[in-house]
């Protein structure tokens, strides 16, 4: 199996606090992780890929210090937003690599929603 | 940079019918193409995979082809219900990044 689990599954919080968001790969080591934004009936859209134990590479126009990325282990990778603001509202999605594959499997989103 | 584009962006059709989603690529350097489905609200279903050595996948009801060279995949749906009513995505795997279409939302209606 390839399964990937993300928590919370929905957040509210208020302006201006910080939003932990974890993914797991619950039953394989991932050797990448990456993380993805989706707006409101738009697509999906590359936020940064992270390797365990190195630095995360950010895509163009992603705040890294906005959106911090940690990936402490083979397993676990957590998108931290910092400071949040009502225009970060929107759906998280993780996926990850499984060693020797070149597909990514996804988790099943965060819903954060920034008051 | 690649870019990947889905036609139609939506789709309407009545129960039984059979269907056709399109997804284009701009850069034949791809490793595979995928299909996935989403619902509303709801994480990636992945349906089917197809390598960039194969032609074509099919799971089901469903069958995806790939025609690398000209950039093209398509998704075919058999005998449409409405349980299959989603947004359906695909995504090209080039070397470092899967990069997504734009989608198509399909209705199916009894």
């Known amino acids: 199996g390839a399964v990937v689990s993300q928590h919370p599954s929905r957040v509210i919080c208020k302006s201006g606090t910080s939003v932990k968001i974890e993914c797991r790969s619950l039953?394989?080591?991932?050797?990448?992780m990456f993380w993805y934004r989706q707006f409101p009936k738009k697509s999906l859209m590359l936020m940064a890929t992270?390797?365990?134990?190195?630095?995360?590479?950010?895509e163009q126009g992603v705040e890294k210090d906005k959106f911090l990325i940690n990936h402490a282990s083979l397993t676990l990778s957590t998108l931290t937003v910092t400071s949040a603001h009502p225009e970060d509202s929107s759906f998280y999605i993780c996926?990850?690599?499984?060693?020797?594959?070149?597909?990514?499997?996804f988790g099943p989103g965060t819903r954060l929603t920034v008051l | 940079k690649q870019e990947v584009t889905q036609i139609p962006a939506a789709l309407s059709v009545p129960e039984g019918e059979n269907l056709v989603l399109n997804c284009s690529f701009t850069d034949s350097a791809i490793y595979n193409l995928q299909w996935f489905r989403q619902d509303p609200g709801k994480g990636l279903t992945s349906l089917l995979l197809?390598?960039?050595?194969?032609r074509e996948q099919t799971s089901g009801r469903l069958n995806a082809s790939l025609d690398k060279s000209s950039g093209r995949s398509t998704l075919y749906i058999a005998a449409s219900q409405p349980g299959d009513s989603a947004t359906y995505l695909c995504a090209v795997q080039g070397t470092d990044k899967l990069i997504f279409g734009t989608g198509t939302r399909l209705q199916v209606f009894p």
């Open positions: 996926s990850a690599n499984k060693r020797g594959f070149n597909e990514q499997f």
């Open positions: 992270s390797n365990e134990g190195s630095k995360a590479t950010y």
């Open positions: 197809i390598q960039s050595s194969q």
């Open positions: 039953d394989f080591q991932a050797t990448t």
